[in-house]
């Protein structure tokens, strides 16, 4: 009951270390989002060499933002709710918890940004990467496809990552509007 009280006194420890746990999340995912965004070029060269290493290589950026972006993601999307529910209940005229609300919206966009959209070039370029090496054949055309598969889940993880860019400065934005 007290972690609630203090929850609700605006300028309370609790309630700024959640504002800045949301910048923070949004802010880190967008950046190792555009880490691996602008890491990928790199891998195009290594296309004509080897397609299944190719692929590799992107399969360690794939895994490694599967492991933390969906976390941390919904971590950020409860912090901004509870941050909107807890600003809306003091006054529902401010403008706090509507940029909050809209900061915790924005951010499922992304998943489905993900599933509709990034899942089948993902997919085509992990079974490349997963496939046995005796089934991994390297013809002429495929490497020209293993490239078209990387320039395409690029350009979209370039969309991708602007949805925690952008409910990182709603955060920000909320967080300095008191």
């Not at 079974?127 to 390297?138: F, G, K, Q, W, Y």
């Not at 993880?157 to 967080?175: H, N």
Request: glycine share 6%; proline share 5%.
């Amino acid at each position: 009951m007290a972690f609630a009280q203090d929850l609700s006194s605006p300028h309370s420890g609790y309630r700024q270390a959640f504002k800045g746990l949301a910048i923070a999340g949004s802010l880190w995912n967008a950046g190792s989002m555009t880490t691996a965004y602008r890491l990928l070029p790199s891998i195009y060269p290594s296309v004509q060499t080897s397609r299944k290493l190719a692929t590799k290589e992107w399969a360690f950026y794939y895994w490694a933002l599967s492991r933390t972006v969906p976390l941390t993601d919904l971590a950020t999307i409860l912090i901004c709710s509870g941050l909107a529910y807890v600003e809306r209940k003091e006054n529902k005229a401010a403008l706090g918890w509507k940029i909050w609300a809209t900061a915790a919206g924005i951010m499922p966009f992304g998943w489905v940004w993900v599933w509709t959209l990034m899942l089948k070039p993902s997919n085509k370029l992990l079974s490349i990467s997963e496939a046995p090496d005796s089934v991994v054949v390297e013809k002429e055309r495929e490497p020209l496809d293993a490239i078209s598969l990387l320039k395409e889940f690029n350009s979209l993880m370039g969309v991708r990552m602007l949805f925690p860019w952008v409910v990182g400065g709603l955060a920000l934005w909320a967080s300095l509007n008191e």
